[in-house]
């Protein structure tokens, strides 16, 4: 542990296992590099880098930002619409979208970063679903990408899973709403 400025504001703690953890609790913005990366750390701000995580509450022109990633699972509410990427499984990713605040149209999501085996490639037989509250498929949407693999997705609040490679080969069985007649016509 140790102090990195006079007043003992900016204060920095390496572990054992590399990661390396630097706090301000000063009053006025400082910037630090960790694992490489520039921050701007605002009061109460942090950064840390190590070997199963990375993580920060810093300025992003001139907004606080948080963002934390660790195998499997990414989280950022860049842009003010919390969003978090979780990997289910091989090509299966959950989404969730926390309330947005300012509202905002959508949202980009980079599925690469809670899963290394999604490429720009495979986006082409990628599906998107909306979940209900118990984690059912209720709406396939379109997705609309990006050069970079990434897409976007409204920003409201819920959940969404995408499939992609086998996962989203798999056959996808849904049933409509059915009218009177098509009872009559099933003979039900």
Excluded: M
């Excluded at 860049?78 to 499984?89: C, I, K, M, Q, S």
């Amino acid at each position: 542990h140790e102090f990195l400025t006079s007043d003992h504001a900016v204060q920095r703690t390496r572990f054992s296992d590399g990661t390396t953890c630097v706090v301000n609790f000063g009053a006025k913005p400082y910037r630090v590099t960790v694992g490489g990366k520039s921050y701007l750390l605002p009061q109460n701000g942090w950064a840390v880098n190590g070997p199963r995580i990375t993580q920060s509450l810093a300025l992003e022109q001139g907004r606080p930002v948080t963002t934390i990633r660790a195998p499997g699972y990414t989280f950022c509410d860049r842009g003010g619409v919390p969003v978090t990427l979780r990997a289910e499984a091989p090509g299966r990713l959950r989404i969730v979208v926390e309330k947005a605040a300012p509202p905002k149209p959508t949202v980009t999501i980079p599925p690469s970063h809670a899963d290394r085996s999604w490429q720009s490639a495979t986006a082409a037989e990628a599906r998107l679903y909306r979940l209900d509250a118990r984690g059912e498929r209720i709406d396939l949407l379109t997705l609309r990408r990006a050069a970079d693999g990434s897409f976007r997705v409204p920003a409201q609040p819920g959940s969404l899973q995408l499939l992609w490679g086998k996962e989203a080969r798999r056959p996808d069985l849904q049933a409509g709403r059915l009218r009177w007649r098509d009872y009559q016509q099933l003979g039900l």
